[in-house]
């Protein structure tokens, strides 16, 4: 359970920043107001910003999208095709090509999958439906994108307003220094470099996200406390006779303990690498999964969650394993 929540984190925060460094960008610009990880308002920039940016010095291109959430933690994209493709190179088709009609979308490959798609078919989306036109490669800037216009045009889109802005530079060592000057002239935007931005996207940038993290260990540690405890606990009861055999042989109280936690430890440890493996099942089973989660393996965390079932099993054996050691042999060996 660790590993997965773990792996789900980190690995929807990196395709997120991934998606962002494949557009070709070397400069984003979002709304006052806004952070890294909140969503943004469909219409929070006017879009003459992007004339005034592309007036900039050492700014060679820039282009605004439109973003419309969907389902969590889905959302549209709506792109100036022309300026997006210059800027990014476009996106590597597997089957159509890019929407040339405000009713048209395309998709990549992952969601096409998840959602049983194909070049002609039509999906429902913000009460809209949209005639798929192209089936693209994963990795650049969105998982479902629609013309620019066609956005602006449902609310809460407007036209004549984007929610970001991208800038690619004719030289990207500029970055910060084309940065501290657009900050100047525009106070209250956040304007960040690429780099500096995508390097946002970790689980400590989320607040809620680490918290719920922790909470999800204490859980877990809860738990596994319980449940080894209760197990361990039985299994005390059921061996008491066996217990008393072993003392009454000249066994002490100390080999009755370790044979006890020598078990759990092993049980702890198996129960680690099976927990381990289903990770990996959980992996395929993410990609069939009907939203924009990705999986991956945090291997960091291996040794992390680890630990935690090591410590709590030990922890869940040790009141049984007390009560094993100090039980009277005659009464032990009556024990039915």
């Not at 036109?133 to 449902?154: D, Y």
């Not at 370790?258 to 690498?273: M, P, Q, W």
């Not at 960091?300 to 969650?305: D, E, T, Y």
């Amino acid at each position: 359970m660790i590993l997965t929540l773990v792996g789900v984190s980190h690995g929807t925060l990196d395709s997120t920043a991934a998606r962002a460094r494949g557009v070709g960008a070397d400069i984003i610009l979002r709304p006052p107001n806004s952070t890294v990880i909140s969503a943004v308002n469909s219409s929070a920039i006017s879009e003459k910003y992007v004339g005034w940016l592309m007036q900039q010095p050492h700014v060679a291109l820039a282009t605004g999208t439109v973003i419309q959430s969907t389902t969590f933690p889905d959302s549209i994209t709506g792109i100036d095709l022309a300026a997006f493709n210059k800027m990014s190179g476009g996106f590597t088709y597997l089957s159509g090509g890019d929407p040339t009609a405000d009713d048209q979308m395309a998709v990549d490959k992952y969601y096409a999958a998840q959602q049983h798609l194909q070049v002609g078919s039509v999906a429902n989306l913000i009460n809209h439906n949209w005639r798929i036109s192209g089936i693209f490669e994963g990795g650049k800037l969105a998982r479902m994108v629609v013309t620019l216009s066609a956005l602006q045009a449902i609310p809460p889109g407007s036209p004549g307003h984007v929610s970001v802005i991208y800038a690619k530079l004719d030289d990207p060592k500029l970055a910060q220094q084309v940065v501290d000057s657009l900050k100047a002239q525009l106070p209250g935007y956040p304007i960040y470099t690429m780099d500096a931005f995508t390097s946002m996207y970790s689980i400590s940038n989320v607040g809620m996200l680490k918290d719920f993290i922790d909470v999800v260990i204490g859980v877990a540690m809860i738990v596994g406390f319980i449940v080894v405890f209760m197990a361990m606990y039985t299994a005390v009861l059921e061996r008491t006779r066996e217990i008393g055999i072993i003392k009454a042989v000249g066994g002490s109280s100390g080999l009755v303990l370790s044979i006890l936690l020598r078990e759990t430890l092993l049980l702890a440890v198996l129960g680690t690498v099976v927990g381990i493996v289903l990770t990996y099942g959980a992996q395929v089973a993410m990609k069939y999964y009907p939203g924009n989660l990705v999986q991956e393996t945090v291997y960091g965390w291996w040794p992390i969650a680890g630990a935690i079932a090591l410590v709590g099993a030990l922890l869940g054996a040790v009141v049984p394993g007390m009560k094993a050691v100090q039980q009277d042999v005659t009464e032990a060996l009556s024990y039915e």
